[in-house]
């Protein structure tokens, strides 16, 4: 397995978290955290968040169980801000929005978006277009819930290119991208932003107007 380091701080690091590839132990073999801690040779490496194993981009790994835990909190309190690049087919009836609604399990593992709110999954997004037929998405979970960006994309119509949990047709992959993050380290506020590798669908550049989610006119949280 190939490590790419964003950022390696005393406490912590950022990483780019490959497609394919489980943040855990799976029965498909050894997950991206513990191979990294034998490439490194340090055991207290720690998740502070997750990635689904589809999804690619930046992962925030704690270097000790006092960065993980001070980390982990602002995750809890939804102080930490990150964005993700899609790819889907369709067209949303709206250009820009807010995804809302209490999520529940489906069938094969999958979950489904309800109009109920007792405790909504929450994404915003923004919507232009790729190519005939294809558009890229701009997306803003405020809340973090298991998959809820696939199904998020998947209750407007509009599955992520390549998800066939969730309707999409093969592909090489799923074209989605954790591209965005921001979170406090010993008073000074952290950004990184990680286009996608150029493979695919994703060889085409991020939209100019996606070059600085954190600008972004987004609806008030």
Known sequence: MNFIFVHANPDWYVMHKPQG???????????FLNALKQFMQEPELSLVHRLDKVTSGLLLIGRN???????????????????????????????????????????????????????????????????????????RPITGKTHQLRVALKSIGCPILGDELYGAKA????????????????????RFLLPPSEEGEFRQSVPVEYGNPWEMHWPKS
């Open 21 to 31: 590839c489980s943040v855990q132990d799976d029965r498909d073999g050894i997950g």
């Open 171 to 190: 592909q090489a992959r799923t074209y989605l991208h954790a591209y965005g993050l921001e979170f406090d380290w010993q008073g000074e506020r952290q």
């Open 65 to 139: 169980k006092k960065t993980t835990s001070i980390l982990s909190q602002q995750f809890e309190h939804r102080t930490v801000r990150k964005f993700y690049l899609a790819l889907a087919a369709g067209k949303p009836s709206k250009k820009q929005g807010t995804i809302i609604g209490d999520m529940a399990k489906a069938r094969r593992g999958a979950w489904k978006l309800e109009r109920s709110v007792k405790n909504p999954a929450k994404t915003q997004f923004f919507s232009v277009s790729h190519s005939a037929g294809l558009r890229w998405y701009l997306l």
